[in-house]
């Protein structure tokens, strides 16, 4: 009966954390683009989370990186997020990888966290 109850606990807070990561983010993400041999970061990001309506933990949305100084001015991806256990997941469609962001801060007007491109990071 314990073990039923954590779950139900967990899938809650999943939800609670799922409606307030909807919506649109700005500002920066510290995403960096690899091109012929050379680095380049992002200046700015916007990310667009869009809740499913028949799934309360996960959606789909855009996820926007500009760049400065780059041979193109921005790369723009589709993408998958889910939240399991308090980590947001988010897969990049097109390109096929999944980042984690844990140890984040989040409220209607503040996400702050730090993002991985594997779970064993936060496990």
Known sequence: ????????????????ISSTLEGTWEGNTYMSSVYNGRIYNSSYSYVDFTLDPFRFTKGSGHWVDYYSNAPWDYIASHID????????????VEDGYTVYIS?????????????????????
């Open 1 to 16: 009966m314990l073990l039923v109850l954590g779950l139900a606990f967990t899938s809650c807070e999943d939800e609670s």
């Open 81 to 92: 997020w889910q939240v399991r256990n308090g980590v947001i997941e988010v897969h990049f």
């Open 103 to 123: 140890n984040y801060r989040l409220n209607r007007n503040r996400f702050v966290g730090t993002i991985y491109l594997d779970d064993s990071n936060w496990q």
